[in-house]
């Protein structure tokens, strides 16, 4: 007799990371007969959610600051991918830290076997408190490891900067009076990220630790298909479009005007932060060139990306 399928309860189903690995699961031969996809959304009306369902993924509803809800996603649950939303506002630390102590705690009650995390570097631990201001950032470190303490085994994926970002919100190339655009951050010109796209390839790394659960235990995978500098990214969005797109170092002060948002300063200390210790810290060339020798599928470049995601500026 087949064994019957795990059930995989993925939280953020219906956003980036959580929709990326129901795609990965549903088109792998493998894993789709392997693993039975649960997707959480607190409305499963909506369109995405819909979508899921008429794609044949079971989709329930649940609130992560709702712990009753959390307890009938999980039952029977085999293995969560644990992706949590952040809210920028003053109590993203306190809010985020209830989130995840409740899928965590309510993953071990219900007995799951494995969770799969995602997790952000602890800026304020890393930089010796000159960095300590991004909360969002924080508390998944802090989330990361309050899982690791507890009896159920995980595995952690690190994404890294999003390709999206600079389709929207703060890094997006801004229209200039001559007609030119310029995308400004707080990070010299010639500073390097890690970046990748993580609506394509988030599946592809969280795949790779569902279809050898054993060999990641305790392993973080860190995901950047891509390392460049803010000019190259700049001359890369300016080749795709045809447009001329600069790119320029300004000022925190400046970046809060030029961007006004609540977490504009916050935005701002996570570059620097990300500027002088990386993504993933003083080994992450080689911990990226291990994740990425790990996993089985290519990794989308960010020239790719902008070929299949024509970026409009206007
Ligand atoms: N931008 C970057 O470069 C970057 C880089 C690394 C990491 N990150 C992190 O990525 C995370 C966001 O992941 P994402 O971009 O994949 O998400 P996303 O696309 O923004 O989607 C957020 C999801 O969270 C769900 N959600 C929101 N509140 C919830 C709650 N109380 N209970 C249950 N589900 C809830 C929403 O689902 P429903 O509305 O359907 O319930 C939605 O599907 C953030 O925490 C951010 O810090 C971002």
């Known amino acids: ?35 039975k996809i649960r997707a959480v959304t607190r409305v ?36 969560v991918f644990a992706n949590i939303a952040t809210s920028f506002d003053e109590s993203v630390y306190p809010k985020e830290m209830l989130q995840g102590k409740n899928l965590a705690d309510a993953a071990v009650a219900a007995g799951v076997q494995y969770i799969i995390y995602s997790t952000l570097p602890h800026t304020r ?17 802090d989330i990361e490891g309050y899982i690791r303490s507890l009896p159920i085994k995980s595995a952690i994926f690190a994404p890294s900067m999003f390709y999206q970002d600079f389709y929207q919100m703060f890094f997006v190339p801004k229209r200039q009076d001559d007609g030119t655009f ?30 050898e659960p054993d060999k990641f235990k305790g392993k973080t995978l860190c995901a950047g298909a891509d390392f460049c500098t803010h000019e190259e990214i700049a001359e890369m969005i300016s080749k795709a479009t045809g447009k001329t797109v600069r790119y320029k170092q300004v000022s925190v002060d400046e970046f ?8 504009s300063r916050i935005t701002a200390d996570v570059m620097l932060f990300l500027e002088e210790h990386g993504y993933f810290g003083p080994e992450a060339k080689e911990r990226v060139a291990w994740s990425t020798n790990h996993i089985h599928d290519k990794l989308t470049t960010f020239e790719e990306f902008l070929q299949k995601n024509p970026l409009h500026l206007e």
């Open 44 to 79: 499963p009306s909506k369109p995405a959610a819909q979508a899921l369902q008429e794609r044949g993924v079971e989709v329930v509803k649940a609130d992560l600051f709702d712990k009753k809800s959390i307890d009938a996603a999980l039952s029977g649950a085999h293995t």
């Open 256 to 263: 809060d005007h030029i961007i006004p948002s609540t977490h």
């Open 182 to 211: 310029t995308i400004f951050s707080v990070v010299s010109p010639d500073s390097g990220i890690y970046c990748f796209d993580v609506v394509g390839d988030t599946g592809k790394f969280v795949g790779a630790i569902l279809a």
């Open 125 to 141: 631990e890393v930089s010796d408190g000159k960095h300590a201001h991004a909360d969002a950032f924080n508390v998944k470190a």
């Open 1 to 35: 007799m087949k064994p019957s399928p795990k059930i995989l309860v993925v939280f953020t189903a219906t956003g980036k990371q959580g929709g990326s690995v129901i795609n990965y699961v549903l088109n792998h031969p493998e894993l789709s007969r392997q693993y």
